[in-house]
Every structure is written in C-alpha cells, then in structure tokens.
C-alpha cells in the first residue's frame, strides 16, 4: 500500500514556473514506478510523464516535453515535476500515481497505476 500526497500547486502567470511534490509513504517507494498526469475540467485524466523505479528513464507527453522535467528522490520518498514555460492549456488539477514496477518502463496509460494522490490544482493565467 503506498499514500501520496502531492503539494506546490497554485496560481501562475503564463510563462512562469512551478514546481510540484509527491510525497509518498511505505518502505517500497523505491520499487514504483511513478507518473503525474492531470485533469482538466470537462476532460479525460491525460498522463504527463513518467519515471522508473530507479530514475534511469523517463518519459513524457509530447504536450510537455521540454517544459516539464519529472525526476525522484528515493531516499526521501518523493517524487517531483519542475514545470516552466507553462500555458495556460496547462491548468488542470495535477495528480501523482505509482505502480508497482511489472514493467521495465513506467506507463502512459493512467489506468496502469494503482495508487494516487489526491491531486493539486494549478492554474495559469494568461
């Protein structure tokens, strides 16, 4: 069983930078893979980008490559997406999500993950 709760969500002005958490619980975080993806009203959950189990690989949505940059920290069970150049097709509540690591790469398919936070909303102005 792994909690996560994600944190660094707010309000931004086109352009700008955010930076989100996720911090999970459990002593096998490090056996995760773990992926953000958002929600945006009136729209299907999207996957964002995702990361292995180890950090070694990680991929993205072709919407964010470039701008967003996901990486972890095992030793502090966290979890990150560095978000810059953002739009305001950006705005959407941002929800962290971990799978056990069946696979050697982590899914774009968010009904691949079994444990997800409660999300963390942000919103870009124009």
């Known amino acids: 069983q792994v909690q996560l709760i994600e944190s660094g969500g707010g309000l931004v002005q086109a352009g700008g930078s955010l930076r989100l958490s996720c911090a999970a619980s459990g002593r096998t975080f490090s056996s995760y893979h773990m992926a953000w993806s958002r929600q945006a009203p009136g729209k299907e959950r999207e996957f964002v980008a995702g990361?292995?189990?180890?950090?070694?690989?990680?991929v993205y949505a072709d919407s964010v490559k470039g701008r967003f940059t996901i990486s972890r920290d095992n030793a502090k069970n966290t979890v990150y997406l560095q978000m810059a150049s953002l739009k305001p097709e950006d705005t959407a509540v941002y929800y962290c999500?971990?799978?056990?690591?069946?696979?050697?790469?982590?899914?774009?398919?968010?009904?691949?993950?079994?444990?997800w936070g409660q999300g963390t909303q942000v919103t870009v102005s124009s």
């Open positions: 990361i292995r189990w180890n950090g070694g690989i990680t």
């Open positions: 999500a971990a799978a056990p690591s069946r696979t050697p790469l982590p899914s774009r398919t968010p009904l691949s993950y079994d444990y």
